[in-house]
């Protein structure tokens, strides 16, 4: 995970949830017997440390499975070295569709772009009449050029346009050219399918500009320094993402009890999808009766109806979950929750 570095918020968010999961796993009695041991190891959020990470756990520290990346590129890099070896990967939260097409050993616990990019397009056209939409991709980040392809099929699909489109990359801070570009085709969206220190800047750099369009994006804005980083200029911005912490089912509301009782503030979508992953993970051993990796592999992908606090998780055909989608906005400087969209 990204412990520290650019994206340090969702390495740390994936963490508490993963140690919550781990501890009370560990306080039943663990899995077969035996506790459960978390090995963490962070990548800076600095390309390529990913698939280093991965061989180092694999070799080294013998892993019985790999809990991570958070997002699609770095789980992309780990991914062919987890499945070169046959242990099980599971991904929280990377939503790009070529993630479990890595193969066999690779799962995730998460809902997929085209699913989330739909979502967000039908929101932005039905619900808040959006019919001219710019683009601003982080051509690095396949998560970011994969979201705004499947936005732009339905966007346009159902009756929208897209009157600009422009790139920038991971490390960016300065987006002025680009929204100075985007301002001139008057739109009334800015989808920036990007992660939380993007987005807060360019909605300051927008709000600067006298860029006046809603801003849109997907789960990347999901960060508790997001309002830090953006401040008032998120008025009104609206994004999609895993998890509302407002649930009342009744694993999801224990998990926000004990993790809000640890941290004094309620966990988001990261929180919830590494606690489940790693319960996962404990349910399939305890389900295969073995950590071997062949079988667990099996037990994995035979993932029914397993109780989430991110929801009720059925792993498919493709290892990939499906799960609702939660639509909030930044309304009075809070993030607030406006709806759930089913698959
Ligand atoms: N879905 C993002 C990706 O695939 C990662 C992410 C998930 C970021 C959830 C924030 C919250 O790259």
């Given at each position: 995970m990204s412990i520290t570095g650019r994206d340090a918020s969702f390495g740390e968010a994936s963490l508490r949830g993963a140690r919550l999961a781990v501890e009370e796993i560990n306080a039943r009695g663990g899995v077969l017997g035996r506790p459960l041991e978390l090995v963490v190891e962070d990548n800076r959020s600095i390309a390529g440390e990913s698939a280093t990470a991965a061989k180092k756990l694999i070799t080294?520290?013998?892993?019985?499975a790999l809990v991570g990346e958070c997002s699609s590129a770095r789980t992309l890099e780990a991914a062919p070295v987890a499945q070169a070896a046959g242990i099980p990967l599971v991904s929280p939260a990377s939503t790009n569709p070529k993630v479990t097409q890595v193969g066999d050993a690779i799962f995730r616990v998460c809902f997929i772009d085209p699913f989330q990019g739909d979502v967000l397009a039908a929101f932005a056209r039905r619900k808040l009449g959006l019919k001219r939409a710019a683009l601003l991709v982080d051509s690095s980040s396949p998560y970011s050029v994969g979201l705004a392809e499947f936005f732009t099929k339905t966007f346009t699909a159902q009756g929208g346009e897209i009157v600009a489109a422009q790139k920038y990359t991971g490390a960016d801070t300065d987006f002025r050219a680009q929204l100075t570009a985007i301002r001139a085709a008057r739109p009334d969206a800015v989808f920036l399918p990007g992660y939380y220190v993007a987005a807060g800047l360019v909605a300051k750099q927008a709000k600067e500009l006298g860029l006046k369009a809603t801003l849109l994006g997907g789960d990347g804005f999901e960060a508790p320094q997001l309002l830090g980083i953006g401040g008032e200029a998120l008025e009104g911005a609206y994004y999609s993402t895993h998890?509302?912490?407002?649930?009342?089912?009744r694993v999801s509301a224990e998990f926000v009890a004990a993790y809000s009782r640890r941290h004094g503030e309620v966990p988001n979508g990261l929180s919830a999808l590494s606690y489940d992953a790693v319960r996962l993970v404990a349910d399939g051993i305890e389900r295969a009766g073995t950590t071997e990796k062949r079988d667990l592999r099996q037990a994995l992908a035979a993932t029914k109806d397993f109780p989430g606090a991110s929801g009720r998780t059925t792993i498919n055909p493709q290892r990939d979950a499906e799960k609702e989608a939660a639509i909030i906005t930044v309304r009075g400087g809070k993030l607030t929750f406006v709806e759930t969209v089913r698959p």
């Open positions: 080294r520290d013998r892993v019985v998890f509302a912490p407002e649930n009342t089912d």
